[in-house]
């Protein structure tokens, strides 16, 4: 029995899905209607570089679009990909930080670099911990005009990282916002915000800007036991502020400018998080006063042709990333009256690790179908990724064993005992790929890109992919793909004595074997199966002071996608993942990501201008890495109910939206062995948000 959610519950829920469907059902009407409502979902350009069909797609491919995420109520790109067949959202103790698990790889950290995030095609990746960074969290969706995902590896395509999966966020042009939308929220937890979005003509330029302001509170969910506790047990001291609540707030702004001029276009973007508060704590040690801020800015300039010739086409894309993470109060890592063997911190420990980081890429690709039923495409870059300077501020120092001993008042040792230097990593590549179709129902792709990196050498990485239209109604595709993931700044170059960097670390790598099938069961209905298989190796861990490439892990899983048009006003939708990774070095389950995933949603258009979407989400069965004792993590389904008008210009329209309705008690893992968090980390409970636009 899941705490908070009977299975009676369940069964509700699920009847709310459906009985909105089954009680309304009328004969289909025309799919363009349905387009309007839902927006496009039936092309994609992140499997090849270049749009085509997804249902022919040489990838496990999933489209997301502004239309949908109205629809279901969804706040911000958390509660988006939790939707998407095998995709589930966990989190970090620190910060709270959202963990994209795909096909259950991608938990068991405090970073998620093994899912590629991309904006309009360029890598959000910072350098120090190989992931998105602080600025992300919380991600808004106004601005957003279509989210594609590809679930398996991307690397023949955009190299590192693109190791599990690729999410591109493709955020809003001129014409997808004509006019002007004004709009605000108010909700649980203190959560309010408010924006402005633009999109029209300046002369000949066509221009789309956005600005948004918010804040929250963040969740206040109680911690039973942390870190302290344990240390409080072992050397009898009291200075645990566990039971505690989270601290999980935050002072947003986001904003963006898009600028297009004939075959030219430039796209900047920024990311503002104050006031970010340390979720269950740096040091997994409640804090409720520390508070960093985290600055994103980046901006790409592209020039494009697809018709440079009757057979060519070009495109050169420049693009500029900084990103800044800095501690204006000092981190307390563990709370005031901390007593350990090295020594006693009346004050707390504490430390504040701040880093600056600044990246430049240029890409160029040609494409030439010139060849009778081939489409070739040539791409090549380079990047310069720079960890440009870092400063630690502490209280401590470590001695010659490694523990950490009192040095006085906070100050900056980054000439002595900083956590990093200023690195620089220097990238080159080149990647080719052939789309060919054999016959007039096969298509065979093939590709492969090969990175030469200035600090650890060279990987190459290849793909194939066959898609067969067995039948007008019916698409197999066989795929077959290497991934890599470089290793971060901190693997590599970190100074920690209880968690060193090596430079002489190599790249993960993964083979992924995929069979897919798309089955339009009828005009208005469609069925996607996927199954896959997949072997990672050389992943980089903890072993003893110092991180080496000492992992290997296999998985083998399934995902089920339906879609059920009923009507022009009633549309169902729902997806089932199944996963299994087992850890080669002990024999046992990964840990960690759920085995069962199962997500369903019914909307219903009703009375002319209403909108009412029910979903429900249920994650089962996640179990304990090795060497972790405590019970399997408990599962939880949640209800979210949304209402929302669907008006035309120069009108308001109004959305109320509540999440978690029976108020599961939602629970994800804290890190093995569990000696620091050990009842895990507490979710949002029920929660109530209101919202306003207007649109001129």
Same mark, same amino acid.
């Given at each position: 029995m899941v705490k908070g959610f009977s299975y009676r519950r369940l069964a509700l829920a699920c009847a709310l899905s459906f009985q909105i469907a089954a009680a309304l059902a009328q004969s289909a009407e025309d799919e363009e209607y349905l387009a309007l409502a839902y927006g496009d979902k039936t092309t994609i350009s992140i499997a090849t570089g270049s749009p085509q069909s997804l249902r022919r797609a040489p990838a496990v491919a999933s489209v997301i679009t502004a239309e949908d995420i109205a629809a279901m109520g969804a706040k911000d790109l958390d509660e988006v990909l939790e939707s998407v067949a095998g995709i589930h959202v966990s989190r970090a103790s620190v910060r709270y930080a959202p963990m994209y698990v795909i096909r259950g790889i991608g938990g068991g950290g405090q970073t998620n670099p093994q899912a590629l995030l991309l904006q309009n095609g360029i890598p959000m990746t910072t350098l120090f911990n190989g992931d998105k960074g602080a600025a992300w969290v919380g991600v808004p969706l106004e601005n957003i005009a279509r989210i594609e995902i590809i679930r398996g590896p991307g690397s023949a395509l955009y190299g590192a990282d693109a190791y599990a999966g690729v999410?591109?966020?493709?955020?809003?042009?001129?014409?997808?916002? +004509?006019?002007?939308?004004?709009?605000?929220?108010?909700?649980?937890?203190?959560?309010?915000?408010?924006? %402005?979005?633009? &999109?029209?003509?300046?002369?000949?330029?066509?221009?789309?800007?956005?600005?948004?302001? &918010?804040?929250?509170?963040?969740?206040?969910?109680?911690v039973s036991a942390d870190a302290q506790t344990r240390n409080d047990r072992l050397f009898g001291t009291h200075a645990s502020l566990a039971p505690g609540s989270v601290n999980t707030g935050y002072d947003a702004i986001d904003g963006g400018l898009n600028l297009s001029y004939d075959q030219w276009r430039l796209r900047a973007s920024y990311k503002q998080r104050d006031q970010l508060q340390t979720g269950a704590g740096i040091n997994a040690a409640l804090d409720p006063a520390s508070q960093g801020k985290a600055e994103t800015v980046n901006a790409d300039l592209s020039w494009s042709d697809p018709q440079l010739t009757q057979n060519w086409s070009v495109g050169v894309t420049g693009s500029f990333l900084q990103y800044v993470l800095t501690y204006p109060t000092n981190v307390m890592l563990l709370p005031p009256g901390t007593r350990l063997p090295s020594g006693s911190f009346p004050d707390g420990m504490i430390g504040g690790p701040n880093q600056w980081e600044r990246q430049y890429r240029l890409s160029a690709y040609a494409a030439y179908a010139g060849f009778a039923g081939h489409n070739l495409r040539i791409g090549l870059g380079h990047d310069d990724l720079e960890l440009y300077d870092a400063k630690t501020y502490k209280n401590y120092l470590f001695n010659a064993a490694g523990a950490p001993v009192p040095a006085g008042p906070v100050a900056d040792y980054s000439a002595i005992q900083p956590h990093i230097r200023p690195q620089l990593r220097k990238v080159d590549y080149l990647y080719v790929q052939d789309e060919w179709s054999l016959a007039r129902d096969w298509a065979f792709t093939a590709g492969v890109r090969h990175d030469n990196y200035s600090d650890f050498g060279g990987t190459t990485n290849p793909r194939l992919a066959l898609v067969w239209d067995a039948a007008f109604d019916l698409t197999a595709k066989l795929l077959l793909g290497r991934a890599f993931r470089a290793p971060s700044f901190n693997e590599q170059y970190g100074i920690n004595p209880v968690g060193n960097g090596n430079p002489n670390l190599r790249p993960e790598s993964i083979k992924t074997l995929e069979a897919a099938l798309s089955w339009k069961t009828s005009r208005d209905s469609q069925v996607n199966l996927s199954v896959f298989h997949f072997d990672m190796q050389d992943i980089i861990r903890l072993v003893g002071t110092s991180y080496?490439?000492? &992992?290997?892990?296999?998985?083998?899983?399934?995902?089920?996608?339906?879609?059920?048009?009923?009507?022009?006003?009633?549309?169902?939708?729902?997806?089932?993942?199944?996963?299994?990774?087992?850890?080669?070095?002990?024999?046992?389950?990964?840990?960690?990501?759920?085995?069962?995933?199962?997500?369903?949603?019914?909307?219903?258009?009703?009375?002319?201008?209403?909108?009412?979407?029910?979903?429900? #989400?249920?994650?089962?069965?996640?179990?304990?890495?090795?060497?972790? %004792?405590?019970?399997?993590?408990?599962?939880?389904?949640?209800?979210? %109910?949304?209402?929302?008008?669907?008006?035309?210009?120069?009108?308001?329209?109004?959305?109320? #939206?509540?999440?978690?309705?029976?108020?599961?008690?939602?629970?994800? +893992?804290?890190?093995?062995?569990?000696?620091?968090?050990?009842?895990? %980390?507490?979710?949002?409970?029920?929660?109530?948000y209101l919202q306003a636009i207007l649109r001129l």
């Open positions: 999410i591109n966020l493709i955020t809003k042009t001129a014409a997808d916002t +004509p006019g002007t939308e004004f709009g605000v929220r108010i909700g649980s937890f203190g959560s309010k915000n408010g924006w %402005l979005q633009y &999109g029209g003509k300046l002369g000949a330029v066509d221009a789309a800007a956005y600005l948004r302001v &918010g804040s929250t509170d963040g969740i206040k969910e109680i080496a490439n000492t &992992g290997a892990q296999r998985g083998n899983g399934m995902e089920i996608e339906a879609l059920w048009d009923i009507s022009r006003s009633v549309r169902f939708s729902g997806n089932y993942a199944y996963q299994k990774s087992i850890d080669r070095a002990t024999g046992r389950d990964a840990g960690y990501a759920p085995h069962h995933h199962l997500f369903a949603r019914g909307d219903w258009r009703f009375a002319g201008n209403w909108l009412a979407s029910t979903q429900l #989400n249920w994650v089962a069965d996640r179990k304990r890495a090795a060497g972790d %004792l405590r019970p399997d993590v408990p599962d939880y389904a949640t209800v979210d %109910l949304t209402l929302r008008t669907v008006n035309g210009k120069n009108q308001w329209n109004f959305a109320a #939206n509540v999440r978690n309705l029976f108020n599961a008690d939602v629970r994800e +893992p804290s890190l093995a062995p569990g000696l620091a968090i050990p009842n895990d %980390l507490p979710m949002a409970p029920r929660a109530l």
